[in-house]
RNA sequence: AGGGGUGUCGCCAAGCGGUAAGGCAACGGAUUUUGAUUCCGUCAUCCGUAGGUUCAAAUCCUGCCACCCCUG
């Protein structure tokens, strides 16, 4: 065994991504072993992930470590989500996931256990910069660039942390796997929650945490009733689909709230916001900005970044205003702030 | 009771003699490592009902039914 070898732990989900990630430190030289997570009893993720991360593995010819966080993600993913559902705002448990679970207990477990990295498939990159001396997290070049996810992570977490594939295109990354006689080569990607299988979130809420969704009204901007809502978990800012319907124009939900128990809805003019706060924020650098500045802030992982000036508030708080006002801005999303291709950081909207 | 009005898909609504627009909803699919958004596709053999006129009616005529408004 070669000692000077530096020995990486990849998250092996039992996609492609991940698996070749795995394939490409290996041909880089490192020691590689894998780690699977057992996140929740009934996804799919257990169903195949296990099996699939198993395959390529054994494939590889590395060793697969099993590591049952499914307690942990119980107690901060998926409360969180419920909780956020339940209070009338929209979770992202990718968000939370990554800083507590993946980059988290997956990291700390990895190092206990001899491992100078981990490794994951995220489209993104991570640089050192020799003058400061920082971890930088910038996006990916690619247009699966999965920054947005990732911006909760710190100093100590990147510096640990490798993302094998974050420059390649998807398909180089399939071909890669076709041409290393990976069975997941062609595995579809994943999407929607990776706990609920039906992508019923509601029911899945309602279920395990037994609770009923209580009706309410739905409202327009002046107060004016405008039909029964079936329990404010449904909806999300911006929603327009599971309306009912039978409204004259396009309706979408403008705003929700919880005490009252209505959903105010909006036409599709309502549906803009030109500023937000952003709480909770976390700066990569480990340093908050004194003053405000220019940046761009992504509000959702599908949106083009947009521009606009920040003006912190506190270390934990910024207010931001856009240059145009942004669509469908979703309290409980993460505000990702971006300068150029560097991510500064995250914040929960307010 | 008398006078007026209206009845077209779950909702809104065009059509005014030539063989059922459109919008909303719903459903299906694409996109998306969160929720949404967006995109594409499907969606009334039939126009309150029963007759009549016509080569041809949702569209004209008649009766009936329902709802709405006004008057007493």
Redesign the pocket.
Known sequence: MNKGMEKVFVGM?G?V?SSVSALLLLRKGYEVEGVTMLLTDESRENNSAATDAKAVADKLGIRLHICDFRREFYETVITDFAKNYLSGR?????IVCNPNIKFGLMLDYALENGADYIA????AVIEHSCDSGAYLLKKSPVS?D?S??LSRLNQSQLSKSMFPIGCLPKEEVRLLAQNAGLSVAKKS??????FISD?D?AGYISEKFHVSFEKGNFIDENGALLGEHSGIAHY??????????????????KSINAKNNTVTLCG?QGRYTGELTAENMNWISGNSPEEDFEAEVKV????KPARARIYPIDSQCVRVVFDTPQ??V?PG?TAAIYLGDTVLGGGIIQ
């Open positions: 989900s996609g991504d929209t979770p992202n448990p990718c994951t498939g995220h489209y699966k999965q947005y996810f990607d994943s999407q929607e929650i990776c992508n979130y999300t800012v911006g929603q327009r689909k599971g309306l009912g319907g039978g409204f004259r124009e396009t309706m979408y939900v599709s959702r992982s599908t949106a669509i469908c979703s999303q």
